[in-house]
Structure formats: C-alpha cells, structure tokens
C-alpha cells in the first residue's frame, strides 16, 4: 500500500531563516505531487505541483520553491521566511491513473515569528 | 474556468440528526472527477469518496451518502445520525485531466460541529 510522509510535523522560526520541508511517497512510482498551504480556518491554497523529476510548476509566485530531486520525494524550500508563510502545508500525491484521488501526508504546521 | 463553491462555511448540529452538506462545481470539460474529503482536528485530510462525471448512482457507506446530479451541477454529501467524531472541516474537490491540467479545484470547505 502506498503511504506519505512528511517532515518535521511542527516548525517554530524566525523570520528571514531558511525553510526546507520535505514530503516522500513510498509505494507507487512516478506519483503526481503537491505542495498545498492552509492559513488557519481558511482553505487550500495550492503551491506547485510536479509531473516528474525535476518538473515543477508554481502556482503562486513568492519567496518559496519547490524541487522534485528523486522520482518520491519533494521538498519545499525558503531562503527567508516571512510572517505570513505561517500555515500549515500538506504534501499530496495522485497516480493520474485509474482512481485519481489525491492522497495527503499528515502536514507541517509552520510558526513564523 | 473550473470553480467549487461551498456555500456553507460552518454547520452545527446536535448528536443523531441528518446533516448535508452542499457543494456545486463549474466545468466545461466532460470527463472530470468529484471528491469529498474530511480534515478532522488533527489536520489530516482524508479521502472519503470520488465520483466520476460518467456516473450519477447515488453512493452510501454506512452512515455516509452521496448525491451527485449533473443537472445542477452538484455534489452533495449527507451524514445521517451524526455523531460527534463526525466535527471536522469536510471539503469538496473537482478533477480533470482533459483540460491538461494536473490541478485539483477545492472549495473553501465547510466546518461541521455535532454537539453532545
């Protein structure tokens, strides 16, 4: 079965520090991913989402990245954070196959001070 | 352009009551998918149903039911005998792959509280 991984779960850092969040999926290849942001009681926000290695799109230009090094792994990334990267960010993978549901990992919550 | 309105931003209800929750979607393709997820407090979300625009049959997992009519462009989803470990913020989304695109449409949600 295919699970989602992502690291650290919770994230306190100070404004204008580097980020780097990362998500991998175990048991499936070549997964669609994803990067969404959920400020507090709001919805899904989507970041970038990547159709294979080293293929990114960006959905919302500002200070963060993303980069699809290995087939399951993606990473979000920031060289300095501002307060209003504060949120919580969920990683998803889908197959685009048959079912194309997304699949979400357990999430970061991210404090900027 | 594709579009998910949930219309309901919050619902409270008491234990045992019947509770559905809206959600109408906007497309012009005519192959896309339709899902309904749950985010409990942990923050998780969870799939919990997709329907594709070929079919229209009503679905229904124990206490949990799905009415899906193209007419009306709507989705919704009803909870019967609602219980308190059904709190959570339930989202709707919309998919498709004929557009090219790998975007999944989310509505704004709807945060349902059932009360002891």
């Known amino acids: 079965s295919q699970t989602i991984h992502q690291w650290p779960a919770t994230l306190v850092q100070p404004v204008g520090s580097p980020l780097s969040l990362e998500c991998t999926v175990e048991g499936t290849s070549n997964p669609n991913l994803y990067w969404y942001r959920q400020a507090a009681g709001r919805g899904l926000q989507l970041l970038f989402y990547s159709v294979g290695i080293g293929q990114i799109s960006s959905e919302v230009p500002q200070n963060l990245s993303a980069s699809r090094p290995q087939d399951r792994q993606f990473i979000l990334s920031s060289k300095k954070l501002l307060l209003s990267d504060s949120g919580f960010y969920l990683c998803?993978?889908?197959?685009?196959?048959?079912?194309?549901?997304?699949?979400f990992g357990p999430g970061t919550r991210l404090t900027v001070l | 352009a594709q579009k998910v309105t949930q219309a309901q931003t919050e619902i409270s209800v008491v234990e045992k009551e019947d509770v559905t929750l809206d959600c109408v979607y906007e497309?012009?393709?005519?192959?896309?998918?339709l899902f309904w997820y749950k985010q409990p407090p942990s923050g998780e979300l969870v799939f919990l149903i997709r329907r594709n625009s070929f079919d229209e049959q009503n679905e229904i997992s124990g206490r949990y039911s799905w009415n899906f009519q193209k007419s009306t462009s709507s989705f919704n989803f009803t909870i019967t005998a609602s219980q308190v470990v059904d709190s959570a913020v339930y989202f709707c989304a919309l998919h498709s792959s004929t557009s090219g695109t790998y975007k999944y449409i989310f509505g704004t949600g709807t945060r349902l509280k059932v009360l002891a």
């Open positions: 998803a993978w889908s197959n685009g196959g048959r079912y194309n549901e997304q699949f």
């Open positions: 497309t012009r393709d005519t192959t896309y998918y």
